[in-house]
């Protein structure tokens, strides 16, 4: 089956630093991948979506500026979060949609961040 | 906007036993449904989806599901659970069957397999 990787799947940095995030479809392409974020013992909220060599579109209420994403190949997008403060500190999730199954989405193991 | 609920935040049951979770959605049209499973250190699992056809579809590790357009509902069950099904589950729908758009999940349900 499809399978989704994320790197790196635990970090820690300080106050102010910016981080980035991988995630990686290993034996299918993406033209799309989506960026969630989970909070302990919450729902997963849909982030953004990432467009293979266009701009990624955001959910409303999500800094554009903040969490920048970019899909550079059709196996690899990049979340980075600039400035990171303690509130970013949560579990980011991606996923993709599987090939050909397109309308099944494989979701990565995850990163969490924590925000000194 | 389309939302999910899972009405119950920890359901306990004991090992052998039947289990039933909730799932209640709102959209205008037929979503697109998932029923996923996330233990501790892994990525999220599917476990059955529905698009059309047959309103009880079978899923992986015994589970089914069964979705009822008059209750909007898609509720997961499984006849005799085992101890490795602890985890959380989160239910979830999407418009167009998860491949152009993002899904919105339900705020999950914790499992507990009392032994």
Redesign the interface.
């Known amino acids: 089956g499809a399978v ?1 990787s994320q790197h790196p799947s635990w970090v820690i940095c300080k106050s102010g630093t910016s981080v980035k995030i991988e995630c990686r479809s290993l034996d299918f392409q993406a033209t ?1 991948m ?1 960026w ?1 974020r989970q909070f302990p ?6 982030m953004a ?1 990432s467009n293979e060599g266009s701009k990624a579109t955001y ?1 409303q209420g999500v800094e554009k500026d903040k969490f920048l994403i970019n899909h550079a190949s059709l196996t690899l997008s990049t979340l980075t979060v600039t400035s990171a403060h303690p509130e970013d500190s949560s579990f980011y ?1 991606c ?1 993709a ?1 599987g090939f050909p199954q ?9 990163t969490r961040l924590l925000v000194l | 906007a389309q939302s999910v609920t899972q009405p119950d935040i920890h359901i306990t049951v004991s090992e052998g036993a039947s289990l039933e979770l909730r799932c209640n959605y709102s959209y205008g049209a037929t979503p ?1 449904l ?1 029923w ?1 499973v996330q233990s501790p ?6 476990l059955l ?1 529905y ?1 059309s056809g047959d309103t009880l579809v079978q899923g992986i590790k015994g589970f089914e599901a069964e979705f009822k357009r008059s209750q909007s509902s898609f509720n997961l069950r499984k006849p005799s659970v085992h101890w490795s099904d602890a985890a959380e589950y ?1 239910c979830a729908v ?1 418009l ?13 349900t ?1 499992l507990i397999i009392q032994p």
């Open positions: 989704v799309t989506f969630y013992k919450q729902s997963l909220m849909l979506t959910e999730i996923s949609p397109s309308e099944t989405q494989y979701f990565g193991p995850g | 697109y998932f996923y250190g892994q990525g999220l699992q599917l989806k698009f989160f999407g167009s069957g998860g491949g152009a758009d993002g899904l919105t999940f339900g705020k999950g914790h």
